[in-house]
Antibody, heavy 120, light 110 residues
């Protein structure tokens, strides 16, 4: 059973770079897409982007200029970096496995989420 | 403002049937399958329905999904107190080349 666990600083200063890691256990990160999704308090879900271990990435256009993702197969984990953060980036950040095949896609499982607050 | 439109709330008494709608467009629901997630307060979303109407192992059969055109719906029949939760629809968007979500519907069991 694949499990995901996010980790990283819970507090980031405005204009700095948010950096999170998602450790995957119970399965290899190879041969699958992996995503980051965030949720501001009391609000809905926003997709940030996805990565395949080959290095393929695609990001939400609304965040594209500030986002980068990478994967480390030796550690079986992938990371998110979001630069120039503002208070609007305060949210719970989730990592999730994107199951994709033949035009059908869904997210399962999800990590438990980690709250990142942007504040000085 | 979410791309997919859901009612913010829905409610019912135990045993009733509750339906949640999810409206989108041709680039998302109209051309791609819909998934539904259940989220309890303080926890991560959990896959509830995938590819319009498929239930993952362990999801009770009182949960069902359907899709028609650019809209989808989630039905909970035989509502139980433990179904009180937030529910989100999601579909791939061909213009975004990524998924879009509904704003979520809070289901209350009266």
């Amino acid at each position: 059973q694949v499990q995901l666990q996010e980790s990283g600083p819970g507090l980031v200063k405005p204009s700095e770079t948010l950096s999170l890691t998602c450790a995957v256990s119970g399965g290899s990160i190879s041969s699958y897409y992996w995503s980051w999704i965030r949720q501001p308090a009391g609000k809905g879900l926003e997709w940030i982007g996805r990565i395949y271990v080959s290095g393929f990435t695609n990001y939400n256009p609304s965040l594209k200029t500030r986002v980068s993702m990478s994967a480390d197969t030796s550690k079986n984990q992938f990371t998110l970096k979001l630069s120039s953060v503002t208070a609007a980036d305060t949210a719970v950040y989730y990592c999730a496995k994107l199951v994709a095949a033949g035009g059908i896609r869904w997210f399962d499982p999800w990590g438990q989420g980690t709250l990142v607050t942007v504040s000085s | 403002q979410s791309v997919l439109t859901q009612p913010p709330s829905a409610s019912g008494t135990p045993g009733q049937r509750v339906t949640i709608s999810c409206s989108g467009g041709t680039s998302n629901i109209g051309n791609n399958p819909v998934n539904w997630y259940q989220q309890f307060p303080g926890t991560a979303p959990k896959l509830l329905i995938y590819t319009n109407n498929q239930r993952p192992s362990g999801v009770p059969d009182r949960f069902s999904g359907s899709k028609s055109g650019t809209s989808a719906s989630l039905a909970i029949s035989g509502l139980q107190s433990e179904d009180e939760s937030d529910y989100y629809c999601e579909a791939w968007d061909d213009t975004l080349n990524g998924p879009v979500f509904g704003g979520g519907t809070k289901v209350t069991v009266l």
